[in-house]
Nanobody
């Protein structure tokens, strides 16, 4: 299993960013996927999840209405569109897979929101 994130960077408050996770080494289309984030000095937090067919999504309360998770099963990618970013969104964002009880995370991509 390999999960490779991209798209992080430094943005100002109110701006947008889209993260992508390219998955390989497993049958992507049959597994739910998630994005987690971890801010410095804090515990890892589940941000958003999407079912295998993309038909159902859920979000942590702090990002509802601002973030959108999506997937393309033909390209083995899961994305996180982040709008109206806030300084408190600053964190390392990681793609997550739970495959038959075994957890996998990517290496993460840094998102920094600062003026």
């Amino acid at each position: 299993v390999r999960l490779v994130e991209s798209g992080g960077g430094l943005v100002q408050p109110g701006e947008s960013l889209t993260l992508s996770c390219l998955a390989s080494g497993f049958t992507f289309s049959i597994y739910d996927m998630s994005w987690y984030r971890q801010a410095s000095g804090k515990e890892r937090e589940l941000v958003a999840s999407i079912t295998s067919d993309g038909g159902f999504t859920k979000y942590t309360d702090s990002v509802k209405g601002r973030f959108t998770i999506s997937r393309d099963n033909g390209k083995n990618t899961v994305s996180l569109q982040m709008n109206s970013l806030k300084p408190e969104d600053t964190a390392v964002y990681s793609c997550y897979l739970n495959r038959r009880g075994i957890r996998f995370w990517g290496q993460g991509t840094q998102v920094t929101v600062s003026s």
